[in-house]
């Protein structure tokens, strides 16, 4: 398996992952054209060929990005796939200079399992969503 970059022809793929955890609210849909125009701040895990694992490094402000579109194919899961595009997701954001990696979910455990804790960014607020107001928002400074 390797994480690598996205290119705008991934984004059927990448829209079919995040799909699988659409529909009980643990992602947002994202549609073709918004992953093929934004290709570039999305990484994809491949095995033997195939994509198995998206994320997507969204730039929120100067220094601060979030970590965004996690999504493993179901029938992946377990085998370090999530851990490998968390920490890909993290060279980059570094690479790009980003200050603070943030992500807003309810997996608690699984962020904090990367050193990402509950944080109040104050940033965030204007624009979360009521879905995303009921999710806790875990931070990790990356400088
Ligand atoms: C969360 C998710 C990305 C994990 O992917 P994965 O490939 O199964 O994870 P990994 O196999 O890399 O697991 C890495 C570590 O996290 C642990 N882990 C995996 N899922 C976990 C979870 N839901 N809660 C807590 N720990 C978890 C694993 O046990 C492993 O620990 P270890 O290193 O001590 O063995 C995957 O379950 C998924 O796509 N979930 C739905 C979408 C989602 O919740 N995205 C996150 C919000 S943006």
């Known amino acids: ?7 705008s022809q991934d984004a059927p793929v990448i829209k079919s992952l995040i799909d699988c955890y659409v529909a009980d609210g ?10 093929a125009a934004h290709a570039e701040h999305f990484l994809v895990a491949e095995e033997n060929g ?3 694992g998206c994320v997507h490094l969204d730039e929120y402000a100067p220094s601060l990005s979030e970590l965004r ?8 899961k377990g085998k370090g796939i999530g851990r490998a595009l968390v920490l890909a997701t993290e060279d980059l954001a570094r690479r790009r200079g ?6 807003v979910s309810n997996d608690e455990a699984f962020f904090t399992r990367f050193g990402f804790r509950e944080r109040h960014i104050p940033e965030l607020d204007r624009e979360r969503s009521e879905v995303s107001r009921f999710k806790g928002v875990y931070a990790k400074d990356l400088v």
């Open 1 to 7: 398996m390797h994480v690598r970059r996205a290119a």
């Open 69 to 76: 579109s996690l999504a493993v194919s179901p029938d992946a």
């Open 26 to 35: 643990t992602l947002l849909a994202r549609t073709e054209d918004f992953i």
């Open 50 to 52: 195939s994509v198995v």
């Open 98 to 103: 980003v200050a603070t990696l943030f992500a």
